[in-house]
């Protein structure tokens, strides 16, 4: 957690469906912090709630089926997870903004791409159409969307996979938001493009100062991009540390599986996966008794099969695991 003054605060932040089967929590007493201008990481395979999270921020939990019903998420100091629609309507856009993975689903085909990536300033600011589509047209520059001019008057589909990811970054950024959320933003794009946007997400923070929460499966984005990471599973925070830390010194077996994946280059510079994580992320509706980690866990022990709580590993650094329980509650767990 920062010992600074964040940007956000989120503490104990609980989400639920409700289904045939009852009520899933898909976010269990998720707490982390943002600090000012900086990139945090949100890690984890499919299913590990990092979506999930950035909806809840957000206010975008599909209703009446899912809700946030407990915990906070303080957002420069103001307590955003309370607000109605219309409160987040106001906020959304101006204060946070997210990226999503493929910009197609979030662009309307049949509308021009200035009217949409403006439309944050017609609501927020009040701007009329020729100081909207000004606007549009500089942010496309700082965006570096070459040949601005006749891209304004495009629609989605005549812009390439890596223009429309760069059209909603300058959507998410046009009304100089305090917070990003860019959720996998470059998984659909070719490695260059990739390299490019992430290139150009650094800048934009380096030159306009917004805090970033970047979402990924990838730990070598993680490791490029972020100055801290938070590794969820299952709905729940299982490790969080500076970036430094968390490669060097990987304290949940998850994280060190993830690492172990991480593609590497051999000797005769052919990319080889390592070995991946056994199993797959459980489903929430039925979950292991204790750590949720625990069928998948080459370390799992008897202690595991109760829920391990976060316990300090180093300065910044928690880690979800009974391998890092102090040496009382590790006493008490041998005598009962
Ligand atoms: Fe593995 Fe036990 Fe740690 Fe869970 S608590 S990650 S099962 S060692």
């Given at each position: 957690?920062?010992?600074?003054?964040?940007?956000?605060?989120?503490?104990?932040?609980?989400?639920?469906?409700?289904?045939?089967?009852?009520?899933?929590?898909?976010?269990?007493?998720?707490?982390?912090?943002?600090?000012?201008?900086?990139?945090?990481?949100?890690?984890?395979?499919?299913?590990?709630?990092?979506?999930?999270?950035?909806?809840?921020?957000?206010?975008?939990?599909?209703?009446?089926?899912?809700?946030?019903?407990?915990g906070s998420i303080l957002l420069d100091g103001t307590e955003i997870s309370k607000l109605d629609a219309a409160g987040m309507r106001r906020i959304r856009g101006r204060d946070?903004?997210?990226?999503?993975?493929?910009?197609?689903?979030?662009?309307?085909?049949?509308?021009?791409?200035?009217?949409?990536?403006?439309?944050?300033?017609?609501?927020?600011?009040?701007?009329?159409?020729?100081?909207?589509?000004?606007?549009?047209?500089?942010?496309?520059?700082?965006?570096?969307?070459?040949?601005?001019?006749?891209?304004?008057?495009?629609?989605?589909?005549?812009?390439?996979?890596?223009?429309?990811?760069?059209?909603?970054?300058?959507?998410?950024?046009?009304?100089?938001?305090?917070?990003?959320?860019?959720?996998?933003?470059?998984?659909?794009?070719?490695?260059?493009?990739?390299?490019?946007?992430?290139?150009?997400?650094?800048?934009?923070?380096?030159?306009?100062?917004?805090?970033?929460?970047?979402?990924?499966?990838?730990?070598?984005?993680?490791?490029?991009?972020?100055?801290?990471?938070?590794?969820?599973?299952?709905?729940?925070?299982?490790?969080?540390?500076?970036?430094?830390?968390?490669?060097?010194?990987?304290?949940?077996?998850?994280?060190?599986?993830?690492?172990?994946?991480?593609?590497?280059?051999?000797?005769?510079?052919?990319?080889?996966?390592?070995?991946?994580?056994?199993?797959?992320?459980?489903?929430?509706?039925?979950?292991?008794?204790?750590?949720?980690?625990?069928?998948?866990?080459?370390?799992?022990?008897?202690?595991?099969?109760?829920?391990?709580?976060?316990?300090?590993?180093?300065?910044?650094?928690?880690?979800?695991?009974?391998?890092?329980?102090?040496?009382t509650a590790l006493q008490s767990e041998a005598t009962r």
């Amino acid at each position: 957690m920062a010992d600074y003054d964040p940007i956000l605060s989120v503490r104990n932040l609980r989400t639920e469906f409700s289904g045939g089967r009852g009520d899933v929590r898909v976010l269990d007493d998720v707490s982390f912090d943002v600090g000012r201008g900086k990139i945090i990481g949100l890690v984890g395979e499919s299913g590990s709630g990092k979506s999930m999270t950035a909806l809840s921020l957000m206010g975008l939990v599909p209703k009446p089926q899912g809700r946030v019903n407990a915990g906070s998420i303080l957002l420069d100091g103001t307590e955003i997870s309370k607000l109605d629609a219309a409160g987040m309507r106001r906020i959304r856009g101006r204060d946070i903004a997210m990226v999503f993975q493929e910009p197609m689903t979030s662009l309307n085909p049949v509308r021009r791409v200035w009217e949409q990536v403006g439309e944050p300033l017609a609501i927020h600011k009040g701007l009329g159409r020729s100081a909207i589509r000004k606007r549009v047209l500089e942010m496309f520059e700082m965006v570096g969307i070459p040949e601005p001019q006749t891209r304004l008057d495009a629609y989605p589909h005549q812009l390439s996979g890596g223009l429309r990811q760069r059209a909603m970054i300058a959507m998410g950024l046009i009304c100089e938001p305090k917070l990003l959320i860019a959720d996998e933003p470059t998984t659909a794009l070719d490695v260059t493009t990739q390299a490019q946007i992430l290139r150009l997400m650094r800048d934009l923070r380096d030159r306009v100062g917004t805090s970033i929460i970047l979402i990924t499966h990838d730990l070598g984005i993680i490791a490029e991009m972020c100055d801290e990471v938070n590794v969820m599973y299952a709905g729940q925070m299982v490790e969080q540390a500076n970036v430094f830390d968390l490669f060097e010194n990987p304290s949940h077996p998850y994280t060190r599986g993830l690492l172990a994946s991480i593609p590497r280059a051999t000797e005769a510079r052919v990319a080889r996966r390592m070995p991946s994580i056994p199993g797959m992320v459980p489903n929430l509706a039925k979950l292991p008794p204790g750590c949720r980690f625990a069928p998948r866990c080459r370390d799992a022990m008897p202690t595991c099969q109760r829920p391990p709580d976060l316990e300090t590993v180093g300065t910044g650094h928690v880690a979800r695991c009974w391998l890092h329980a102090g040496q009382t509650a590790l006493q008490s767990e041998a005598t009962r």
